[in-house]
């Protein structure tokens, strides 16, 4: 069965240090992906989206992603942390004309 | 980017009455759109797909009977949580995608915190 694999639930950095969130895809075929973010009581918001284009994507709010298909990953990176980027972060992945399957979430937490 | 508007924001209601949430895409027409619920400091589920002018699909141990779902037009679906129970308090969440592929990123609207008493 297709899934997605968020590898940490939660992660906490210092801000204006680098963020990494972790994510993992299991399925032989290579997926749209995208990664999406959460604000408390509000809906998700596109960070970036993979689409058998670039295997680097660029996103919005200093945030990147890069596709590797040997790893099935695509990992969510920025090199400095915001404070006003703490929030919950979803790694979704879409197969064809299948419906989109979403990671558990992860919490990320700057501290000052 | 593309506008998904949710109504109401918040809601609270008695047990046993029930309760409709609306969903806009405000700028595009959204053949299919897909109703959420997320509980807290979980992942979103999916409840049902909605596709203007058919029944929705619902997955796996949703109650069609008790949440209803109509896509009226291409810009309007609802959700109505028929006779409403604490256990249903939740939040609810929408989201249309503005093409017919999967390759489409989903809009999202900004959620619906249902409370039941």
């Known amino acids: 069965a297709q899934s997605v694999t968020q590898l940490d639930s939660h992660v906490s950095v210092s801000e204006g240090t680098p963020v990494l969130l972790r994510c993992n895809y299991s399925?032989?075929?290579?997926?749209?992906l995208f990664w999406y973010v959460q604000h408390p009581n509000k809906g998700l918001q596109l960070l970036l989206k993979?689409?058998?284009?670039?295997?680097l994507v660029k996103g919005i709010n200093g945030f990147e992603a890069e596709f590797k298909k040997s790893e099935t990953s695509f990992h969510l990176t920025k090199p400095s942390a915001h404070m006003s980027d703490a929030a919950e972060y979803f790694c979704v992945a879409g197969w064809g004309a299948q419906k989109l399957v979403f990671g558990q979430g992860t919490r990320l937490t700057i501290n000052p | 980017g593309a506008v998904v508007s949710q109504h109401p924001s918040w809601v609270i209601c008695k047990s046993g009455t029930s309760v409709k949430i609306e969903c806009r895409s405000l700028d595009f027409q959204a053949t299919t759109m897909f109703w959420y619920r997320q509980f807290p400091k979980q992942s979103l589920m999916l409840m049902a797909t909605s596709n203007e002018g058919s029944k929705a699909t619902y997955e796996q141990g949703v109650e069609k009977d008790k949440f209803l779902i109509n896509h009226a037009s291409l810009t309007l679906s609802t959700l109505t949580v028929t006779s409403a129970h604490p256990e249903d308090s939740s939040f609810y969440i929408c989201?249309?995608?503005?093409?017919?592929?999967?390759?489409?990123?989903?809009?999202f609207g900004e959620g619906s915190r249902l409370t039941v008493l």
């Open positions: 399925s032989s075929y290579s997926p749209s």
């Open positions: 993979y689409t058998s284009a670039a295997t």
């Open positions: 989201s249309a995608r503005a093409n017919s592929a999967n390759t489409g990123e989903l809009f």
